[in-house]
């Protein structure tokens, strides 16, 4: 990967930055309408409106339907976490709510398409591996350490209702009941709900994935690759295994980049240096960086999202130490560094088709969702507070 020094050459660094970022998005825009298409039709038949109920206590059989019912809603890391306090409000479990937004944004359809796409099937699997045992690990953390002092104090703090981001999306539940699956995905209703998450899922996530693609631009084109061999201990294999998953998180909390819009830059990582368990923790980390730590703080309140971060970091660290020496003993660790969305150019091959064919379901999806009053629903979205938090919007515009 060759880099440009940005004192030297301000101009042609920039350039050189902002053609990565670019080049990447080409290579994982199928990807994601694809992923964003399939989260939707999930969504769009899966309803919220049950989850607290499903969700009363930590037994396996409640963190199992968490683990569910997450993995079947939408990875922005923000609505995940305002989704997980209305669960929690509402009566439902607090470890279990924990859990539901660790799937929401680590168990997801998405995530697994961009991630086989930009860095191979390897890290989509260490994903899927590694996100339930983060998940156990946490729940082992909480039987040990979590009182009902801590629940108490999250519960009292939460009712207060301080808004974070995304409130509207965690309120909002257009999901079809009526019916089979299919009935429900090609009924009139259905297509709509579909058009509308669609929609929505972009809505809350083009931020972070724009956010992180100019990251990942700007470090593949400005950092030398001996910089990242020397920050991830590269010539210290053992260390580096160990180093990894340790830093990965900090590095995430950093970022301030969460949900998918990690991965690019999860990917610029990976050629720099990191270790397979250290790009897992990386991703893991969508749920600690910053700005949600901060939502912590509003939602729970200082104490409770301090201890929160300390156990979600301890829980990835724990969960990406063991899918790095695991998938080192079974093999599965890819022997070349070569995530190809940093050395993307944009010519005419499978990946152009795929984007004009995604595109043009995308036109499809967009002339309904302004057909079936939309733009209301965003509204309502980003402003919940105006609308009474309407927790459910129905489809009655034909």
Request: proline share 3%.
């Amino acid at each position: 990967m060759n880099t440009v020094n940005l004192f030297a050459n301000p101009i042609d660094a920039i350039g050189h930055a902002l053609g990565l970022a670019f080049a990447m998005f080409w290579e994982i825009l199928w990807a994601l309408l694809l992923g964003f298409t399939l989260s939707a039709i999930v969504q769009a038949v899966v309803s919220k409106s049950e989850m607290s109920r499903l969700l009363p206590d930590d037994s396996p059989k409640s963190i199992a339907i968490a683990c569910g019912l997450g993995a079947a809603s939408s990875s922005c890391s923000y609505a995940a976490v305002a989704l997980a306090r209305s669960i929690f409000r509402k009566g439902g479990n607090f470890t279990a709510a924990m859990a539901f937004q660790f799937a929401s944004t680590n168990l997801v359809i998405e995530l697994g398409i961009i991630l086989a796409v930009l860095m191979g099937w390897q890290f989509t699997l260490a994903e899927f591996v590694g996100g339930p045992l983060m998940i156990v690990l946490l729940v082992v953390l909480f039987r040990f350490f979590l009182t009902p002092r801590i629940v108490e104090a999250a519960r009292r703090q939460a009712n207060r209702g301080l808004q974070g981001r995304m409130e509207g999306h965690a309120d909002m539940d257009m999901s079809v009941s009526a019916g089979s699956i299919w009935q429900r995905i090609f009924s009139f209703e259905g297509r709509t709900a579909i058009s509308h998450f669609f929609v929505m899922d972009w809505a809350s996530l083009w931020q972070d994935i724009l956010v992180g693609l100019l990251i990942a631009g700007a470090l593949g084109a400005w950092v030398p690759q001996n910089f990242w061999q020397a920050f991830f201990l590269t010539n210290h294999p053992l260390w580096a295994k160990i180093w990894g998953p340790i830093v990965g998180p900090i590095v995430g909390i950093l970022s301030f980049v969460c949900s998918i819009g990690n991965v690019p830059l999860a990917a610029v990582l990976w050629n720099g240096g990191i270790s397979f368990g250290g790009v897992v923790a990386f991703i893991f980390a969508d749920l600690i960086v910053l700005p949600i730590l901060d939502i912590y703080r509003k939602y729970y309140g200082r104490k409770v999202s301090i201890f929160l971060l300390v156990t979600f970091y301890a829980a990835m660290v724990g969960a990406a130490l063991v899918v790095e020496f695991v998938f080192q003993v079974l093999r599965l660790v890819p022997s070349e560094r070569s995530a190809q969305i940093v050395e993307a150019a944009i010519t005419f091959n499978y990946t152009t088709v795929l984007n004009i064919l995604f595109l043009l379901l995308t036109a499809l999806l967009l002339v309904r969702f302004f057909k079936t009053g939309g733009l209301d629903m965003l509204h309502m979205m980003n402003h919940p507070d105006e609308t009474g938090g309407h927790g459910a919007h129905h489809h009655n515009h034909h």
